[in-house]
């Protein structure tokens, strides 16, 4: 009785009226021609779209500082985080002379989600101690094959010149929650 | 006599093509209603507001790979579709689509041929009908198409029973069994002589005829001998490709053909209220009779698909519980009744 909309089931017999169906019919029919003329729901989608929220966890970003060189240092708490183990990663050492390339002394050679286990919960981009991945309000594409649902760093890492633009989900709030990781972690 | 057979055979060439194209457009339709009826749009992508996506559903069912089952009969699985779309066919022949048109002196009928048994005519080639379910859930050699023919047969032979017994009422009070017959006494109606259409002296009949109907289309709620929703698609579960669209299309036909006949037998055929009022010749009358013919061909079809939108499945001891106990002696009392009522009046 949580509700109150709990009923007591009453089982008594139909009357001449609900025995012959007819009545329960037509007022059936009268319900559904109401809905011929009702407004539709369908979204066309390709011509239209449906509006998403700016903070829609969507497609995943791998950023790059301001200089150009990529965040992630293949530390692998994104992968430990993940509940779907979707994200795999290979680490590297950073030789001389690519420091303009990758921002810490380690980075990952191979990053790859699979988009396919993904489940969007946006806890590698809390996990990420170097705010590096980050997700957008971009939809992953359809496919027609497994294998191209596997995003390497080819389609993860922004490019230089085309930078992704996460500061919608990075409000301040978020901002003021990330400088205190322990929060979230340690519980 | 050339004059005679090429009117007939231009007429049987029309008739068949709009049958056909009645049944595409109805499988176009199905989908649209059905879609209206729960707030969606329904196919738009092939052609202006999807028109075209009957033909792309009949290209797609000839470039489906045809397979004819190893442990099949083989003369029989093939046979199965070609009968169950030639009844289907067959039966538009005694539908009166229009009344006569005057061409250079010469009368000729909208009807390809004015049998004086029409309705005794449409019943035998229904009962045919389902030979082509039942043999094509039998040849197929597997369970579930021939539990679906056993099905789809017995509710069949059931509720023709019904249907004939319906008739008989209405052929007592009409004293012929043709239907262009039966169709000219519904003649003038509103207007002229208030001579009603035959549902206002017949609403028990035709409402156990439009049931019966509903039954022998397999159709919702009697529609468990197919019930995609719950079994695997019964008597055409091993059939592929066009044959599987044979099946298909002519359960269209035969809607589109039921539809015709309760149109014909209850609802005035090509008679339309004011018909002897507007004061046009005899010809532009009878293109506007079957245009109104037309007109309530498409309403029952719509309502066809209108009630199977509307109402879940009966269960198989309910529709044979339905068949036998109370639309049968239904029929019966209706035609005592109708009798007595002919014996008091004597209209």
Redesign the interface.
């Given at each position: 009785m949580l509700t109150n909309r709990s009923k007591v089931v009453v089982k008594k017999e139909m009357n001449f009226w609900e025995r012959i169906y007819?009545p329960a019919?037509l007022g059936?029919?009268i319900?559904?021609?109401k809905?011929?003329f009702?407004?539709?729901?369908?979204v066309?989608y390709p011509e239209t779209k449906r509006y998403i929220s700016d903070i829609w966890r969507g497609e995943h970003v791998l950023k790059r500082d301001e200089h150009g060189a990529e965040r992630c240092t293949a530390c692998g708490l994104c992968a430990v985080a993940c509940p779907a183990e979707a994200i795999t990663m290979t680490a590297a050492e950073r030789k001389k002379g690519e420091e303009g390339l990758y921002r810490e002394e380690k980075y990952a050679s191979v990053y790859e989600i699979n988009m396919l286990r993904c489940i969007f919960c946006g806890l590698c981009e809390e996990a990420c101690p170097k705010e590096a991945i980050f997700l957008t309000n971009r939809i992953v594409t359809t496919d027609y094959d497994r294998e191209s649902f596997i995003y390497g760093k080819d389609k993860l890492v922004e490019p230089v010149d085309n930078r992704i633009d996460v500061t919608v989900r990075q409000t301040q709030a978020v901002q003021e929650f990330k400088q205190h990781k322990s929060f979230s972690h340690n519980r | 006599m050339i004059a005679f057979l090429t009117y007939k055979g231009i007429l049987v060439l029309v008739i068949f093509i709009i049958t056909l194209a009645v049944a595409a457009y109805s499988t176009y339709a199905e989908r649209k209603?059905a879609?209206?009826?729960?707030?969606?749009?329904g196919p738009?992508r092939a052609g202006p507001f999807g028109l075209l996506q009957p033909l792309a559903d009949g290209a797609k069912f000839f470039f489906k790979e045809e397979i004819i089952p190893n442990v099949s009969n083989k003369v029989l699985f093939v046979l199965g579709p070609c009968i169950a779309m030639l009844t289907a066919l067959m039966a538009g022949v005694v539908i009166p689509w229009g009344n006569t048109v005057f061409l250079g002196g010469k009368e000729y009928a909208l009807q390809i041929a004015d049998l004086n048994i029409g309705i005794l005519y449409v019943f035998g080639v229904v009962s045919i009908g389902v030979y082509g379910i039942m043999i094509g859930g039998w040849s197929s050699n597997n369970k579930f198409s021939l539990l679906g023919a056993i099905r789809a047969s017995a509710q069949m032979i059931s509720y023709e029973i019904a249907m004939g017994l319906s008739i008989i009422a209405l052929i007592l009070m009409t004293g012929t069994l043709s239907l262009r017959e039966i169709t000219l006494q519904q003649a003038g109606g509103i207007g002229s002589h208030w001579n009603f259409w035959n549902v206002v002296y017949q609403p028990l009949g035709f409402?156990i005829f439009l049931v019966c109907a509903f039954a022998e289309c397999n159709r919702t709620p009697f529609d468990l001998p197919e019930c995609e929703t719950e079994l695997v698609g019964g008597y055409h579960t091993e059939y592929s490709s066009m044959k599987l669209g044979l099946y298909l299309f002519s359960e269209y036909i035969n809607m589109f053909i039921s539809s015709a006949v309760i149109s014909t037998l209850y609802f005035g055929g090509f008679n339309f209220p004011f018909m002897n009022n507007v004061g046009l010749s005899h010809n532009w009358i009878t293109v506007l009779g079957s245009a109104f013919f037309f007109g309530k061909v498409v309403f029952f079809i719509f309502f066809f698909m209108?009630?199977r939108?509307?109402?879940p499945r009966f269960r198989y001891d309910q529709l044979m519980n339905l068949g036998w106990k109370i639309l049968l002696p239904l029929a019966i009392f209706n035609i005592a009744l109708t009798g007595l009522v002919s014996l008091l009046f004597s209209r």
């Open positions: 007819l019919i059936g029919i319900i559904t021609i809905h011929l009702r407004r539709k729901a369908t066309r | 209603v879609a209206f009826l729960q707030d969606r749009i738009d409402i209108w009630i939108w509307t109402i």
